[in-house]
């Protein structure tokens, strides 16, 4: 089995750094225009800030950017209050962290929306700015608490099912060309990826041997013209592409960026010195960090898949 990519750290590195580079993102809602232009003012340097004057106008853009960490809105809103809006987003967004803004005594209300976990913290109108600010800053450490926790259990039942699969597929498929697939799309489930290739690989040349797995057909484009494979097939050894700053290699950042991919993950399938297939996890909407244990299991795993492709030749 091929021993692990001495240039792990590197790597690590590179993934570990895509959530650093971002800023938290954050909707705030309020019918009154001034409210909402103070809000943004007040927390536009460190966060996203998306805008919405309405709890339905705010539903919609969740709906557009997906999760936010942390929701502010005002509870007297016309059509729909703030706590009944907040309540609309907790089944598809549970972790994220929801402040009501009010000017008044809606006990009940409030109570409620508080026990059901709905709400988070709620600030009485008018609002000391630097007491919304340590609120919103220990929202977002709980919000990224709770997501580390997530994304752990959801980390740990995507390996469980990662190996479980590799093992049923070696025991089970009728043949290694249709065992291709199934492998391709477990590891993209596994590790979040838009497309997945597995493709064999003889006397150092790719074949027409391949199993793919891509949320979008239209988006697989062929390993043979990919700038990362050179390398990957003379190294025998893990190759990286990271949407810049700080892409490597340099060369490759013109062809990444015309289809559209964000990063690039490329893996020597090895078993016993000979290079058996390659294995292409590619992210087009939005490359997420993995750590060193990640990678070392997407590595691992690969050359069990080797063992695999060795014994059905």
């Known amino acids: ?14 993934f570990m750094s895509l959530e650093r580079s971002q800023k938290p993102k954050m909707l705030v809602v309020d019918d009154e225009p001034d409210n909402l232009d103070l809000l943004y003012r007040t927390f536009r340097r460190h966060f996203s800030v998306f805008r ?21 809105s005002d509870q007297r809103m016309p059509e729909m209050k703030g706590t009944e809006f907040l309540s609309k987003t907790v089944p598809q967004f549970p972790d994220t962290m929801r402040i009501i803004l009010t000017g008044f005594t ?17 600030i009485t109108k008018p609002w000391d700015p630097n007491e919304l600010k340590t609120v919103v800053e220990r929202a977002v450490q709980t919000y990224e608490l709770l997501k580390q926790r997530t994304e752990e259990l959801q980390r740990a039942h995507a390996q469980m099912a990662l190996m479980e699969t590799l093992v049923q597929v070696a025991q089970e ?28 690989v003889e006397d150092d040349h790719l074949i027409d041997v391949k199993g793919t ?14 700038p990362l494979l050179p390398d990957a097939i003379a190294n025998r050894q893990l190759q990286v592409w990271i949407n810049p700053p700080g892409a490597t290699p340099q060369d490759a950042t013109e062809y990444y960026q015309k289809i559209g991919i964000k990063a690039h993950l490329l893996i020597p399938i090895v078993h016993r010195s000979e290079l058996l297939a390659l294995l292409s996890l590619q992210w087009q909407q939005q490359a997420r960090k993995l750590s060193e244990d990640e990678l070392k299991l997407i590595h691992l795993s690969a050359q069990q898949v080797g063992l695999a492709i060795a014994t059905s030749r």
């Open 213 to 226: 797995y891509s949320q979008d057909e239209s988006l697989v484009n062929p390993l043979e013209s990919d």
């Open 106 to 122: 809606d006990v009940e209300d409030l109570v409620e929306a508080i026990n059901a976990g709905q709400v988070y913290r709620y």
């Open 52 to 72: 919405a004057e309405s709890g339905a106008q705010a539903l919609s853009i969740l709906s557009n950017e997906g999760e936010v960490a942390v929701i502010i």
């Open 173 to 200: 498929s009728e043949s290694l060309e249709t065992s291709l697939p199934q492998i391709a799309q477990v590891f993209s489930d596994s590790f979040g990826t838009d497309t997945c290739i597995l493709q064999l």
């Open 1 to 14: 089995m091929d021993k692990v990519n001495p240039n792990f750290d590197n790597i690590t590195r590179q």
